[in-house]
């Protein structure tokens, strides 16, 4: 089976300090994990893939297999980032349908 | 250019009646994707269509669940006998091929009373 999980329902920083939101997966295989990002009054929206190694917004989000993890930072924080982060991972099926961690709203303080 | 969308945006309705919620992709995107978003559960997947093959509904959670898109296009998602705990924002998504980016519409807020 696969899970993800997002230990943080709710996280605050202050503006200009860094931010880590954790996601940890369980998957037998290669995982292909994204983060998406719901601002108030928007829809959901994806942030960054781990395939496509980006950056977005000053996210950046690694793929540790060793840990499982694959958690989203970004240096200095602003508050134009706060909003609900959803960690997710793409399914083993034919639908590739995906796997949503529980979300960690983030609060950036002014 | 025109993203998903969704309607109603907002849907009341009694326990036991029957509801219908509509899906419009993104024209062009071949996978569609019905998701709900609930307080108890989280984000989890519903079904999962693709072009003319039948679709995936191992995410239904009940056989009061069903889903129709039509012409490959439009999508319908059905919910018969509604239970207070159906009440959630029903989300679908649209992607070009299956296993590409999603796109999500902006969701329809289910309230059974």
């Known amino acids: 089976a696969q899970r993800v999980t997002q230990p943080e329902k709710l996280l605050s920083v202050f503006k200009g300090a860094p931010v880590e939101l954790k996601c940890n997966y369980s998957y037998s295989g290669s995982p292909e994990l994204f983060w998406y990002v719901q601002y108030s009054r928007q829809r959901l929206q994806l942030l960054l893939r781990h395939i496509s190694r980006e950056s977005i917004k000053g996210f950046t989000a690694d793929l540790n297999k060793g840990e499982t993890s694959f958690h989203l930072k970004k240096p200095f924080a602003q508050e134009e980032d706060s909003a609900m982060y959803y960690c997710a991972l793409s399914g083993i099926g034919s639908a590739r349908q995906l796997t949503f961690g529980s979300g960690t709203q983030l609060t950036v303080l002014p | 250019g025109a993203g998903v969308s969704q309607s109603p945006s907002n849907k009341v309705t009694e326990k036991g009646k029957d509801v219908e919620l509509r899906c419009d992709p993104i024209s062009g995107h071949t996978a569609l994707y019905w998701y709900r978003q609930s307080l108890g559960q989280g984000l989890e997947f519903l079904i999962y269509f693709q072009g003319n093959s039948a679709p995936d509904k191992s995410g239904l959670p009940s056989d009061r669940f069903s889903a129709e898109r039509t012409g490959g296009s439009v999508s319908t998602l059905t919910i018969q006998r509604t239970q207070q705990e159906d009440s959630a924002v029903y989300l679908c998504?649209?992607?070009?091929?299956?296993?590409?980016?999603?796109?999500f519409g902006p969701g329809t807020r289910l309230t059974v009373t």
């Open positions: 998504a649209s992607s070009t091929r299956t296993g590409s980016e999603q796109y």
